[in-house]
Nanobody, 124 residues
Framework: QVQLVESGGGLVQAGGSLRLSCAAS????????MGWFRQVPGKEREFVGG????????YLADSVKGRFTISRDNAKNTVYLQMNSLKPEDTAVYYC?????????????????WGQGTQVTVSS
């Protein structure tokens, strides 16, 4: 069983950058597609991006394309979300999730493993 722990969140001014990390325990990390989601109070969890188990395919939501990138290092059991040109509307709790799948789901219901989340706050 894979367990996930996010880190790297914090407070940043608009236009700034943060890099989120999601460290996974377990020897089968490389077999999981990984997703990043975010959620603000009162709203549904939103897909931000995802990466296939090999790292060969990445997907980003339209709202973050050109600003965010997603990558993974299977040797370190870690997936990353590099966030540049941050905007106040990016403020949310960010979660990583894992799904033992060959494809990268965008529906949070498809994921059965979740981290605890990390807060990202972007001030204007």
């Amino acid at each position: 069983q894979v367990q996930l722990v996010e880190s790297g969140g914090g407070l940043v001014q608009a236009g700034g950058s943060l890099r989120l990390s999601c460290a996974a325990s377990g020897r089968t990390f490389s077999r999981y597609a990984m997703g990043w989601f975010r959620q603000v109070p009162g709203k549904e969890r939103e897909f931000v991006g995802g990466i296939s188990w090999s790292g060969g395919s990445t997907y980003l939501a339209d709202s973050v394309k050109g600003r965010f990138t997603i990558s993974r290092d299977n040797a370190k059991n870690t997936v990353y979300l590099q966030m540049n040109s941050l905007k106040p509307e990016d403020t949310a709790v960010y979660y990583c999730a894992a799904d033992r799948s060959m494809v990268v789901p965008t529906d949070p219901k498809k994921y059965n493993l979740w981290g605890q989340g990390t807060q990202v706050t972007v001030s204007s």
